[in-house]
């Protein structure tokens, strides 16, 4: 299986921040790498697919890059809304895997 | 609009089985998959498999393997998962989502998973 890891696992940061956060792939997966958001006791919600495409009606402040292993999502101005955990999810073999989670905090 | 809506709590016993309904609404339902997510307590997501609804074709993961089948009910546009012999670690929210698709010459394989049902409660629990 491919393993998704993801960094930092947690992160505090203040409201108009940029903030980043990585993905690195366990083998190369070309961008066959998703994004969701998960809100506090919310139902999962894709943001970002193929790596770098944004989700119809998803605010423009987030963004994906990378390709093979090494991937970043990112916020570009922290809103009080994005508090949440964002995952990161290969496609490229079977079985789907998804990184470990990386929950956002506010300062 | 999109909308997947999940069947409701159960409680089982050690042993027992659990089958979960996934109802969609909005959308050709033979042009996407299902998948199945769970999330047990305070944990992350783990991808349970998935059926594609379009010739049911399924994956699972393995470890889940041979306790667990998933069907399609093209008729009322409706996916169910059952998972037998159920454990005290399958306690989890189980969630259906419509999955995108891509093929190449061995098949047809899952992608992105669009839409999310809004879970359903499982607890195993003697």
Redesign the interface.
């Known amino acids: 299986d491919i393993q998704m890891t993801q960094s930092p696992s947690s992160l505090s940061a203040s409201v108009g921040d940029r903030v980043t956060i990585t993905c690195q792939a366990s083998q190369d997966i070309s961008n066959?790498l998703?994004w969701?958001q998960?809100k506090p006791g919310k139902?999962?919600?894709?943001l970002i697919?193929?790596a770098s495409n944004l989700?119809t009606g998803v605010p423009s402040r987030f963004s994906g890059s990378g390709s093979g292993t090494d991937f970043t999502f990112t916020i570009s101005s922290l809103q009080p809304e994005d508090i949440a955990?964002y995952?990161c999810?290969q496609?490229a073999n079977?079985?789907?895997?998804?990184?470990?989670?990386t929950r956002l905090e506010i300062k | 609009q999109v909308q997947l809506v999940q069947s409701g709590v159960e409680v089982k016993k050690p042993g027992a089985s659990v089958k979960v309904s996934c109802k969609a609404y909005g959308y050709t339902f033979t042009s996407y998959g299902i998948?199945w997510?769970r999330q047990a307590p305070g944990q992350?997501?783990?991808?349970v498999?998935?059926i594609n609804a379009y010739n049911d074709d399924t994956?699972y993961?393995?470890k889940l393997q041979d306790r667990v089948t998933m069907t399609t009910d093209t008729s009322t546009s409706t996916a169910y998962m059952e998972l037998r012999s159920l454990r005290s670690d399958d306690s989890a929210v189980y969630?259906c989502?419509r999955t995108t698709f891509y093929y190449d010459s061995s098949g047809h394989?899952?992608?992105?998973?669009?839409y999310?049902?809004?879970?359903t409660l499982v607890t195993v629990s003697s």
């Open positions: 066959y998703n969701y998960q139902t999962p919600k894709l697919y193929d989700e955990t995952y999810q496609y079977l079985p789907i895997t998804f990184g470990q989670g | 998948s997510v992350g997501l783990e991808w498999g998935w994956n993961a393995q969630y989502a394989y899952p992608a992105n998973l669009d999310w049902g809004q879970g």
